[in-house]
């Protein structure tokens, strides 16, 4: 496996030889396509466990797409997958039906294509099987909505049927949730710190929580003309021409973002802040810091 537990090259594919035993590493996967806005991923298993070509049938059963226009409110359903409440490698069962669905099956990820299920889906669960009276997959374990509610979430399996295409196929795929960049977007400007902001700048401050000591930086970089929802990425990157950090997500309309350097990583010289926005990233502008003196004296 790869040092950067964040990003192997490939992940270990485990099966449970029976109800009562713990699960055993059987191939490797690596990822064939991903949609992170819809949060699935279809891999692909090509060798196995300790990296030998494959030969043969793969030793998994096979479970049929159902899908959310067959799947009827009191549909009994199954919750299959790997809590982290559980106490054994061997997947567990809940048992439910569907509470409620939506009728529109043509709007986005968080609507329309997600089922509410009385089958509880706890940490863990994210990323296996609902399965329907028929053995079905009709869904993908999502979220528990509330704190205090007793209703589970699920996304629908028509948003994985995309994914798996372009796997069988050997495209590239991507999503069409992205958010079009519209050319407006802007860095208005960047604010470089060696000492605690005046946190009333970014509205997020709290809950980025920047209070640099003398040893580190830290930016507020404000921006403008982003759709909410747009993605952007915001990086800084040291006078070698290293990224040392960064913040990305799609956009959530507060305009200003907070970053820390790490107090290792601070040395002299000319530091850049870059803004890339949109499907493709573009950059959306620049803004440089000179750092005179490491030590912060």
């Not at 992170?36 to 991923?41: E, K, P, R, V």
Request: proline share 8%; aromatic share 6%; with cysteine.
């Amino acid at each position: 496996m790869s040092e950067d537990a964040s990003n192997p090259p490939y992940l270990l594919v485990s099966v449970v030889p029976s109800p009562e035993a713990d699960a055993v590493p059987l191939y490797r996967a690596t990822l064939a396509a991903v949609d992170g806005y819809a949060d699935l991923a279809v891999l692909r298993i090509d060798a196995t466990a300790d990296g030998q070509p494959l030969s043969g049938p793969l030793q998994l059963t096979n479970v049929a797409l159902g899908s959310l226009g067959e799947t009827r409110k009191d549909t009994e359903i199954r919750v299959i997958g790997y809590p982290e409440s559980g106490d054994s490698m061997s997947p567990t069962v809940q048992r439910g039906t569907v509470a409620s669905k939506p009728l529109d099956t043509d709007g986005p990820v968080d609507g329309p294509w997600e089922l509410n299920t009385n089958a509880p889906i706890h940490g863990g669960n994210s990323g296996g099987l609902v399965v329907d009276d028929q053995g079905r997959l009709v869904a993908v374990p999502a979220y528990r909505r509330g704190l205090e509610e007793q209703v589970f979430r699920a996304r629908a399996v028509e948003l994985a049927r995309p994914l798996v295409e372009a796997a069988q196929r050997r495209t590239p795929y991507l999503t069409p949730y992205l958010l079009a960049r519209t050319g407006q977007e802007r860095l208005v400007d960047a604010v470089w710190s060696d000492e605690a902001f005046d946190r009333t700048r970014c509205v997020d401050a709290d809950e980025v929580g920047v209070e640099p000591s003398p040893d580190e930086l830290a930016v507020q970089v404000r921006l403008s003309g982003l759709t909410e929802g747009e993605d952007y990425r915001v990086v800084v990157t040291d006078p070698f021409g290293e990224d040392v950090t960064s913040r990305q997500g799609p956009w959530d309309g507060f305009g200003c973002v907070q970053l820390t350097v790490p107090e290792y990583a601070v040395g002299s010289g000319s530091w850049t802040v870059t803004v890339l926005v949109g499907p493709e990233y573009a950059e959306a502008g620049t803004a440089s810091y000179e750092v005179v003196d490491a030590e912060g004296d």
